[in-house]
C-alpha cells in the first residue's frame, strides 16, 4: 500500500461516492464517522425504446467528478486532506468499451432494463437447461458438492448482466469487432469508473460486484468458464477481480489536482451491509429503498437456494471472504411513489399517520408487484393489484394496504431466509428511504417477533465503502472500533400479548396475512397469454 500517506494528521477525511439507481452522493466522513460535506446530483435515466433503461456514461463520469469536488467543497477541506476514496455503485448495470481509447461502444444498460426478457425466458425453458439441471442433479447426487447443487437450480434472470451482453454481442458490430481485435473492455460502473480514474492504467473490479453479476462462480471465485461458454462470452473482455479493501492505484492527478488513493469498490447492497457493521454469521440488513433487498451474512459459505435467494460474496478483504444469501422484493419505494403519483397522500411522511388513523385496511389486500413477484414466490407475469375494495373504503385504507403489503413481503423474504438457511439470526438492522416510515418498521417488527434497529442516517451504502476505505489505510483500525462509531438506532420491539413472541401481535394478523397471500395468488400469471 506504498500509495498512501502515513502518518495522520487531525484533519484528515476518508471520501466515499455511492452511484444508486437514482442518484451519486459523495460523503466526507471524519474519524467518528461523522459526515462534514456532502454532494448529491441526480441519474438520468434514458428509455430509447419500451423496455430499454440506459444511462450515458459520460454523464456519469462528469456527475462523478462533480460530486467529489462539491462534497470536498462543501466540508470546507482540501483534496490533499482526503486520505482515500471509496466507491460503492449500483449492481449489474454496464458497458464494453474501447481499451485503447476509452470510449463506451454504448450506453450503460441498466440493472432494470429487459431487452433480453425474451432471450432469458427462452433459455430457461430451453433443452439444454433442462439437460444441465438433469446432469448436475445426478453429480450432486454422486458427489454432495454444494455447488453442483446450485447449478442443478441455475434460472436465468435479467437483473443479471449475462443475457443483456449476449444481446449486446448479437446488435453491436463494433463490439464483436473488438473482442476479435483484443481490445474490447466489458465493465460495471466500478470498472468503468476505475478506468476513467487511473487513466485506462486499471481494468479492474471487486469479488461484491462480480459476484452479483450472474456470471461469477462464488464457490471457485472466479468468472464462470463453463456459463461463459454456454452463451458464448468471451472470457477476455471481463475485469480483473480484486479484493473489494485493495490498493486499486491513485486517481490520476490531472482529476483532482492531487492523487486520491482508491481503496475500496463495492456493490452498493454489499456496502450497506458492511455499513451497519453486520460482520457475524446471522446478521440481516434489510435496505428498502425503491426495491427492497434483505441479505444475511451466511460467514464463510456461499448459500445454496432452492426458493430464489441468491448467493453473493459480501466483500473479500485480506484472505477473509464472508458470503451473503440475498433475497429481493423489487417495488418498495416504487408502490408508495405510485400512490403520490394518485394523489393519495401530498408528502410520503403522512403515510404513518394516515395507516394508524384507521383499525384495518377495511379488508382491503394490495399487491405490490408492477415488476412481478421475486423470492419466495418467483413469478415475473404478476401483476399488482387491490383486491377487497368496498363503498365504505377510504384512502387512508388504501395507503394502510399498501404500507402493509411492504411488511408482509418482508415477512415473506425473512421466513424464506430462515427456512432456507437454518441459521439463527442475530440481529436486524434497517435502511434505507421506506425504513424512515414507523408503520412499516413496527408491523414488521411485530410479524418477525423480533427486535429492529433503525440507525440514524439511512445512507449505509457510502459508509460502508468509507469503512473498507479506512481499514485499509489505518484511518480506523479495527471492525469493533467502527461498531462503536455507530449512531444511536431507533428500536422497533415486537407487541407480544404472551412472553414468547409468535411473530404475531395477538394473532391479529393471521386472517390479514391469510387473505394478502389469497390476493397474491389471485394476481400471479396475470399477463400470460391465455
Not at 473482442?179 to 465493465?187: L, N, T
Not at 462464488?218 to 479493501?245: A, D, R
Not at 429503498?289 to 444475511?296: A, L, P, R
Amino acid at each position: 500500500m506504498g500509495s498512501h500517506r502515513n502518518g495522520f494528521k487531525k484533519e484528515s477525511y476518508i471520501l466515499s461516492v455511492d452511484v444508486g439507481t437514482t442518484s451519486i452522493r459523495c460523503h466526507v466522513y471524519d474519524k467518528e464517522a461523522k459526515i462534514r460535506g456532502s454532494c448529491s446530483t441526480k441519474v438520468v435515466l434514458l428509455y430509447p425504446e419500451v423496455g430499454h433503461v440506459e444511462m450515458d456514461p459520460d454523464d456519469l463520469w462528469k456527475g462523478f467528478i462533480s460530486v467529489v469536488k462539491g462534497a470536498v467543497q462543501d466540508a470546507g477541506i482540501q483534496m490533499h486532506q482526503v486520505e482515500a476514496l471509496g466507491i460503492s455503485t449500483q449492481r449489474s448495470t454496464f458497458t464494453t468499451w474501447d481499451r485503447r481509447t476509452g470510449v463506451p461502444f454504448h450506453n450503460f444498460i441498466s440493472w432494470q432494463d429487459q431487452r433480453a426478457a425474451d432471450l432469458v425466458k427462452s433459455w430457461n425453458r430451453s433443452c439444454t437447461m433442462k439437460a444441465i439441471h438433469g446432469a448436475m442433479k445426478v453429480l450432486y447426487f454422486v458427489t454432495r458438492q454444494k455447488r453442483l447443487l446450485a447449478a442443478s437450480l441455475i434460472v436465468f434472470s435479467t437483473q443479471h448482466v449475462t443475457f443483456r451482453l449476449v444481446w449486446v454481442l448479437t446488435h453491436y458490430k463494433q463490439v464483436c469487432q473488438a473482442i476479435d481485435e483484443g481490445y474490447c473492455c466489458f465493465g460495471t460502473i466500478d470498472s468503468w469508473l476505475l478506468f476513467k480514474l487511473t487513466k485506462g492504467h486499471l481494468h479492474a473490479t471487486d469479488y461484491s460486484n462480480a459476484s452479483s453479476t450472474g456470471i461469477f462462480d462464488s464457490y471457485q471465485m472466479c468468472w464462470s468458464g463453463f456459463l461463459s461458454s454456454l452463451v458464448s462470452l468471451p472470457l477476455s473482455i471481463f475485469p480483473k477481480v480484486e479484493n473489494t479493501g485493495h490498493d486499486f492505484g491513485s486517481t490520476d492527478p490531472s482529476i483532482f489536482g492531487v492523487p486520491i488513493p482508491i481503496m475500496s469498490v463495492m456493490a452498493d447492497q454489499q456496502a450497506a451491509m458492511f455499513g451497519e457493521c453486520c460482520f457475524d454469521v446471522g446478521d440481516v440488513k434489510i435496505t428498502m429503498g425503491t426495491g427492497t433487498f434483505m441479505d444475511i451474512n451466511t460467514g464463510s459459505k456461499p448459500h445454496t437456494s432452492v426458493a430464489g435467494l441468491y448467493p453473493l460474496v459480501g466483500w473479500k478483504i485480506g484472505s477473509e471472504v464472508v458470503y451473503l444469501a440475498e433475497g429481493n422484493a423489487a417495488d418498495t419505494g416504487t408502490a408508495i411513489k405510485w400512490a403520490q403519483k394518485l394523489e393519495l397522500f401530498s408528502d410520503v411522511r403522512e403515510t404513518s399517520t394516515m395507516a394508524y388513523s384507521v383499525s384495518d385496511s377495511d379488508g382491503v389486500c394490495f399487491v405490490p408487484s408492477f415488476s412481478g413477484l421475486q423470492a419466495p414466490l418467483n413469478d415475473p407475469k404478476a401483476c399488482a393489484s387491490f383486491m377487497g375494495l368496498k363503498p365504505s373504503t377510504t384512502k387512508r385504507h388504501l395507503v394502510r394496504a399498501i404500507l402493509e403489503s411492504v411488511a408482509f413481503r418482508n415477512k415473506q423474504l425473512y421466513e424464506t431466509m430462515l427456512r432456507e438457511t437454518c441459521i439463527p439470526i442475530t440481529k436486524i438492522r434497517v435502511d434505507g428511504g421506506v425504513s424512515s416510515n414507523d408503520f412499516v418498521m413496527q408491523l414488521t417488527s411485530d410479524l418477525f417477533g423480533k427486535k429492529i434497529a433503525r440507525p440514524q442516517h439511512h445512507e449505509m451504502s457510502c459508509l460502508g465503502a468509507a469503512f473498507v476505505a479506512g481499514l485499509e489505510v489505518g484511518f480506523w483500525r479495527t471492525r469493533e472500533e467502527l461498531k462503536k462509531l455507530q449512531s444511536a438506532d431507533d428500536e422497533f420491539l415486537p407487541r407480544c400479548a404472551d412472553k414468547e413472541c409468535t411473530g404475531s401481535p395477538n394473532g391479529e394478523y393471521v386472517p390479514i396475512l391469510q387473505s394478502w397471500e389469497r390476493a397474491l395468488r389471485r394476481s400471479m400469471n396475470w399477463y400470460n397469454k391465455p
